[in-house]
């Protein structure tokens, strides 16, 4: 069993709270997912269980967990950044109970999970892992150490589909308790059986929980049912008393024209006029009792909101990408784009600064899915005889096995559309480190000019998506991972861009959010090419869907 007590998690920097006074008991059997806008703390409590040092850099708790005798594996995020520089062997080397296991158990265990046995003994470093390979390393290691409670944060992100269907059994059928953090809606849906939703309302100036013990899909229906009657009921009350302060003002002002008609020659009036304004206060007080009884209007966490230009439209006969490949290989020179110009390294930008990158090569970029360069002499052959034609504003989407090479491939088509002149291409890599500095503010990324009107302008606009005016000023480096994908996808909506290129858009972003976000790219003019795992996203957005494999894109 695992209890929280009277949680409250206090921002350092602003001194906002995130969470306030927040209570909950863990115990076998339950799965219970949290949920949240960007920024709401639930990956902060997640790490504040397992270890209430590891929020001490940027926020104070106050509160006690209690889960005595119980053993706690958690998966954090992003992969530690001291992780990142050991051999795969290293970081299982450093769970002691990881030597207890057979060969037989150690190959049950990589068949679960989708990945070569050997993997436990590779001398692979971390950091070159493909994203979906290093939550899955991640989660063998936890696994090893046998844990009795699991803590996982966004244990979906960068995974594979058919590891996604894994992991969700895995949630489902495990006797260990589970409390976990994902944005994938189809996960939640199957796995959770108790939903903990952390809101911040009143712009964020009151925290406020729900736990609710049943799906994720009978809460979201039980919410909405129950905001809709509460608002009938509010708006009913409300009616009711501009009915009874109406027939209130009628009888007041009777009582005020007798009274100014009175004469001392009707004592018997002054006495009836008395009684009349005795039973008016008695009825004024009445109904502020009534008042104070009112049903409250209904107060939730309105969603982010965010649209493209309606003006973006591209042609449906024009050629958006002719792109063929005989051989993607990972490995070789890096290819990398400029923070600010999001052009190809050896490219100059208009604002004369030195671009990323050297510009070489012929492998289109020798990046790993994590974004990690690939030293020069490992160059693996991912995929032979790649051929995609997109045209007008399709919106395409590019799945495949962890590993497969889609970042790898998305860089490349990236590098080739944004050094077009015909079309107006846009870039939102998997890692936003690549293109954003993490040192600037919210305000300073999105502006180009500095000049007032801009600056206001880019306010509203964030305030839009539920920044704070403290959030605003904050270095991005400080904000959570939904935080950044908002300023990003942001970023692209005031481009003008009439092609966007698309790794995993949906990774970062609340399944509260993500239905906003869906909407906005469903209806987007231009075209779109993307990497997901997400299968909403998949449903919703896209027209047509590949799998990358050794043999190519397959249409799917």
């Not at 996960?187 to 729900?210: M, P, W």
């Not at 008695?282 to 009884?293: H, V």
């Not at 962890?402 to 559309?417: D, P, S, V, W, Y």
């Not at 040192?439 to 704070?468: A, D, N």
Request: proline share 4%; net charge negative.
């Amino acid at each position: 069993m695992l209890q929280i007590k009277e949680l409250t998690v206090t921002h350092k920097k602003d001194l906002r709270t995130i969470v306030e006074k927040f209570s909950f008991v863990l115990n076998a059997g339950q799965k219970a997912v949290l949920i949240g806008e960007e920024g709401n703390g639930k990956s902060t409590i997640l790490k504040w269980i397992y270890s209430p040092d590891a929020i001490e850099t940027y926020a104070e708790a106050e509160g006690s967990c209690i889960h005595t005798g119980e053993k706690l594996g958690y998966l954090p995020q992003e992969l530690e950044p001291e992780a990142r520089g050991k051999s795969v062997c290293e970081f299982f080397a450093e769970e002691e109970l990881f030597w207890e296991y057979d060969p037989k158990e150690l190959n049950d265990l990589a068949r679960k999970l989708h990945f070569s046995p050997e993997l436990f003994y590779s001398e692979q470093k971390m950091g070159t892992l493909s994203g979906g390979e290093r939550v899955k390393v991640q989660l063998a290691r936890i696994l090893t150490g046998r844990p009795t409670i699991l803590l996982l944060d966004e244990p979906s992100n960068d995974i594979d589909i058919e590891t996604l269907e894994w992991l969700e059994e895995f949630i489902r059928e495990s006797p260990l308790p589970v409390l976990y953090v994902s944005h994938d809606e189809i996960l939640i849906e199957r796995t959770a059986n108790t939903v903990i939703h952390l809101e911040q309302i009143r712009r964020k100036t009151v925290c406020r929980y729900t736990v609710a013990h049943m799906s994720y899909r009978e809460y979201m229906e039980q919410r909405e049912t129950g905001m809709e009657k509460q608002l009938q009921e509010a708006q009913n009350d409300r009616r009711q008393e501009n009915i009874r302060q109406e027939k209130l003002r009628r009888i007041m002002d009777k009582v005020d024209h007798d009274q100014e008609n009175i004469t001392r020659q009707n004592p018997s009036g002054g006495r009836l006029l008395k009684k009349k304004m005795k039973a008016v206060k008695s009825m004024e007080r009445r109904f502020d009792r009534e008042a104070e009884n009112m049903t409250q209007m209904p107060e939730k966490e309105e969603a982010i909101f965010l649209k493209f230009g309606q003006d973006i439209r591209m042609p449906a006969g024009k050629v958006v990408l002719d792109f063929h490949c005989d051989r993607l290989t990972a490995g070789g020179a890096a290819e990398g784009y400029d923070r600010d110009t999001g052009r190809r390294g050896g490219e100059s930008g208009s604002d004369g600064k030195e671009p990323r990158g050297n510009g070489s090569g012929g492998s289109g970029g020798g990046l790993e899915e994590n974004g990690q360069e690939a030293p020069e002499s490992e160059e693996k052959i991912l995929a032979e005889q790649i051929d995609l034609f997109v045209k007008g504003a399709e919106k395409v989407c590019i799945t495949g096995r962890n590993g497969a090479g889609k970042t790898t491939l998305l860089r490349r088509i990236a590098a080739e559309l944004l050094a077009r002149d015909d079309i107006h291409a846009a870039y939102m890599p998997q890692n936003y480190e690549e293109l954003m500095d993490m040192s600037r503010t919210p305000v300073e990324y999105l502006c180009t000019t500095g000049e007032k009107e801009e600056l206001t302008r880019i306010r509203t606009y964030l305030g839009s998506m539920k920044y704070t005016a403290d959030e605003m000023s904050h270095p991005t480096a400080e904000l959570s991972g939904g935080q950044k994908a908002k300023v990003f996808l942001l970023k692209l909506s005031l481009s003008g861009a009439d092609v966007l290129i698309l790794d995993e858009p949906t990774r970062n972003f609340s399944p509260l959010s993500n239905p906003v976000i869906r909407s906005v790219l469903k209806a987007y003019g231009g075209t779109i090419i993307s990497v997901s795992h997400d299968r909403k996203y998949i449903e919703e957005v896209c027209d047509t869907v590949y799998e990358l494999t050794p043999r190519g894109l397959l249409r799917t």
